[in-house]
């Protein structure tokens, strides 16, 4: 995309005006991305906000030919990585995302309907059974619709493991789906197992 | 699941995304014909599909203010405090071979960082040599660092900027 390659471009020396529209198109996916994978509001809004810091930061080094968007997905990936862990390390505060679904103060809905609140609110329950990495890869993969080899690169792991990951967080997912949220399950889809 | 049954299963996502080599895809459909356990994986982990659209949704309210009032904080790229460990050189040790001066910038969040956390490192201040983030993993610290495409001898000076500290 020319047009995107000219912002790039601007916004690494240093044209704010063309970094803040940088920002406006990838800002959604940023922040949907680590909510998705920290499952907490204030920490996703947090993290969004240090990858764009981190990005006008090192916006200079961006070379034609890199792929942006896998360079965006790997700051956002680590930064969110580095937030759960965080979490993690200070039990005292607790892990207050409840199945409301970000419950920003004041916030608007930004789901399409009732339905997608429901689903975002079962991920963020179901998804605390999965590490963070394993939470990643699914968003990655299921949510971002990369292919393995991408969310390798972007992970720094082996393609293998990156399968590994997933298959384990598919199955945890199912798993919840068919004990707590049946009807949610896929169509075609059973909770039993074969005999 | 026995080893056989592993590589099976790590071929189920290979033939999801259309890369499992012909030969092996016979394989995989007369072992899933005769493993009720592998089949069982196989549905496990198909795709779940409900919550593909979740990281598409629009910004809930306030977020674009607070995301662009952080950037606007920083007028300027910011100058880092300079922030030296002997102790992380033997890591990045095996990267020194290049002339250029390298800077490197990690940060932990503000948070310490103890031997096995992720460290982010990147490029942040250094003359016009290209360099690329990939990971190294040391017997001390897992790091991301900076290795410059081609050796031009001599002996690379690495600098770490720290934000936060490193506990090793």
């Given at each position: 995309?020319?047009?995107?390659?000219?912002?790039i471009?601007a916004?690494?020396?240093?044209?704010?005006?063309?970094?803040?529209?940088?920002?406006?198109?990838r800002?959604?996916?940023?922040f949907w991305?680590?909510?998705q994978?920290v499952g907490h509001?204030?920490?996703?809004?947090?993290v969004?906000?240090?990858?764009?810091l981190?990005?006008w930061q090192?916006?200079?080094?961006?070379?034609?030919g890199w792929?942006f968007?896998?360079w965006?997905?790997?700051?956002?990936?680590?930064?969110?990585?580095?937030?759960c862990?965080?979490?993690?390390?200070?039990?005292?505060i607790g892990?207050?995302?409840?199945?409301?679904?970000?419950?920003?103060?004041?916030?608007?809905?930004p789901?399409?309907?009732?339905r997608?609140?429901?689903?975002?609110?079962?991920?963020?329950?179901?998804?605390?059974?999965?590490?963070?990495?394993?939470?990643?890869?699914?968003?990655?993969?299921?949510?971002?619709?990369?292919?393995?080899a991408?969310?390798?690169?972007i992970?720094?792991?082996?393609?293998?493991?990156?399968r590994?990951?997933?298959?384990?967080?598919?199955?945890e997912?199912?798993?919840?789906?068919?004990?707590?949220?049946?009807?949610?399950?896929p169509?075609?889809?059973?909770?039993?197992?074969?005999? | 699941?026995?080893?056989?049954c592993?590589?099976?299963?790590?071929?189920l996502?290979?033939?999801?995304?259309?890369?499992?080599?012909?030969?092996?895809?016979?394989?995989?459909?007369?072992?899933?014909?005769?493993?009720p356990g592998?089949?069982?994986e196989?549905?496990?982990?198909?795709?779940?599909?409900?919550?593909?659209?979740?990281?598409?949704?629009?910004?809930?309210?306030?977020?674009?203010?607070?995301?662009?009032?952080?950037?606007?904080?920083?007028?300027?790229?910011p100058?880092?405090?300079?922030?030296?460990?002997?102790?992380?050189?033997?890591?990045l040790?095996?990267?020194?071979?290049?002339?250029?001066?390298?800077?490197?910038?990690?940060?932990?969040?503000?948070?310490a960082?103890?031997?096995?956390?992720d460290?982010?490192?990147?490029?942040?201040?250094?003359?016009?040599?290209?360099a690329?983030?990939?990971?190294i993993?040391?017997?001390?610290?897992?790091?991301?660092?900076?290795?410059?495409?081609?050796?031009?001898?001599g002996?690379t000076?690495?600098?770490?900027?720290?934000?936060?500290?490193?506990?090793?």
């Open positions: 995309m020319a047009d995107e390659a000219r912002l471009a916004a690494g020396r240093g044209d704010r005006d063309a970094f803040e529209e940088l920002v406006g198109r800002q959604e996916r940023v991305t680590a909510y994978v509001f204030e920490d996703a809004r947090d969004a906000q240090h990858v764009f981190r990005l090192v916006l200079p080094r961006y070379r034609p792929s968007d896998a965006l997905h790997r700051i956002t990936i680590n930064l969110a990585i580095d937030a862990r965080r979490r993690r390390a200070r039990p005292e892990d207050s995302h409840a199945a409301e679904a970000v419950a920003a103060p004041g916030a608007g809905s789901f399409r309907d009732q997608q609140r429901e689903i975002q609110g079962i991920f963020l329950v179901l998804a605390r059974k999965l590490s963070p990495r394993q939470r990643a890869v699914f968003v990655l993969k299921e949510m971002n619709g990369l292919e393995t991408e969310i390798a690169e992970m720094k792991l082996t393609p293998s493991t990156v590994n990951h997933l298959h384990q967080a598919r199955k997912l199912r798993r919840g789906l068919a004990r707590d949220y049946p009807e949610y399950l169509p075609g889809h059973t909770a039993e197992e074969e005999p | 699941m026995n080893a056989g592993r590589e099976v299963v790590d071929w996502e290979l033939a999801r995304e259309g890369r499992l080599a012909s030969s092996l895809q016979a394989r995989l459909r007369d072992h899933l014909n005769s493993c592998c089949r069982q196989e549905r496990d982990t198909e795709p779940l599909g409900i919550f593909a659209d979740l990281t598409r949704g629009e910004l809930p309210a306030g977020v674009e203010n607070y995301i662009l009032g952080g950037l606007r904080v920083e007028e300027d790229r100058e880092a405090v300079v922030w030296s460990s002997a102790s992380i050189w033997p890591a040790a095996s990267l020194a071979a290049a002339a250029a001066l390298v800077v490197v910038w990690a940060t932990s969040g503000g948070a960082v103890t031997p096995g956390t460290v982010w490192l990147e490029a942040h201040a250094m003359d016009d040599a290209v690329t983030v990939e990971d993993r040391s017997p001390t610290a897992e790091v991301l660092a900076l290795s410059l495409p081609e050796p031009a001898g002996r000076e690495v600098i770490l900027i720290v934000d936060g500290s490193i506990d090793l």
